[in-house]
T-cell receptor
Framework: NAGVTQTPKFQVLKTGQSMTLQCAQD?????MYWYRQDPGMGLRLIYY???????DKGEVPNGYNVSRLNKREFSLRLESAAPSQTSVYFC?????????????FGQGTRLTVV | AQSVTQLDSQVPVFEEAPVELRCNYS??????LFWYVQYPNQGLQLLLK??????LVKGINGFEAEFNKSQTSFHLRKPSVHISDTAEYFC?????????FGPGTSLSVIP
């Protein structure tokens, strides 16, 4: 019972490089989220997907794109990485849109852009 | 807009002492409230949640929180902390599709 799985766990990129962070959940949840965590700022929502086939911007979407590939998978893409995107990224999922269930989190991806 | 404020960024407390971590939210409509804990180098896990009903909510590891609608607060408490409670604690608000987190409070338990 894996829950929410993120890959990779660590990544170093050069400025301007691109990469995709992968996330998969095995709980049959409808909603999925990408957050970034920076010191003193808590978790900020980048994008979310309320259901398969839909995505919406969160608080800090600039510089990112997402794809809800199917119900299980929700990927985050950095097209041209910048040092300001150095952060810890968390994927999460929850049971339903507009529902009352909590979010379940992956273990995080620590990204450094040099 | 909806926001979550955690008034204390760091809280040091001696082992076996009580602790309160403060959380205030801004919203004019009903919200669902959560406290999450993050241990070093790990993801977040749910401590407790308030959905409706009793304003005193009990969670895991001996934590509890009280929802106060008039003060728009959802403070987290534990009567006696352990070294293992050292972690980052996040208050969060959910309405419809989004879960919004506060900036976090770092709890350090001193032996």
């Amino acid at each position: 019972n894996a829950g929410v799985t993120q890959t990779p766990k660590f990544q170093v990129l050069k400025t301007g490089q691109s990469m995709t962070l992968q996330c998969a959940q095995d709980m049959n949840h409808n909603s999925m989220y990408w957050y970034r965590q920076d010191p003193g700022m808590g978790l900020r929502l980048i994008y979310y997907s309320a259901s398969e086939g839909t995505t919406d911007k969160g608080e800090v979407p600039n510089g990112y794109n997402v794809s809800r590939l199917n119900k299980r998978e929700f990927s985050l893409r950095l097209e041209s990485a910048a040092p300001s995107q150095t952060s810890v990224y968390f994927c999460a999922s929850s049971e339903s849109t507009g529902g009352i269930s909590e979010a379940f989190f992956g273990q995080g991806t620590r990204l450094t852009v040099v | 807009a909806q926001s979550v404020t955690q008034l204390d960024s760091q809280v040091p407390v001696f082992e076996e002492a009580p602790v309160e971590l403060r959380c205030n939210y801004s919203s004019s409509v009903s919200v669902y409230l959560f406290w999450y804990v993050q241990y070093p180098n790990q993801g977040l896990q749910l401590l407790l949640k308030y959905l409706s009903g009793s304003t005193l909510v009990k969670g895991i590891n001996g934590f509890e929180a009280e929802f106060n609608k008039s003060q728009t607060s959802f403070h987290l408490r534990k009567p006696s902390v352990h070294i293992s409670d050292t972690a980052e604690y996040f208050c969060a608000v959910r309405r419809t599709d989004k879960v919004i987190f506060g900036p976090g409070t770092s709890l350090s338990v001193i032996p």
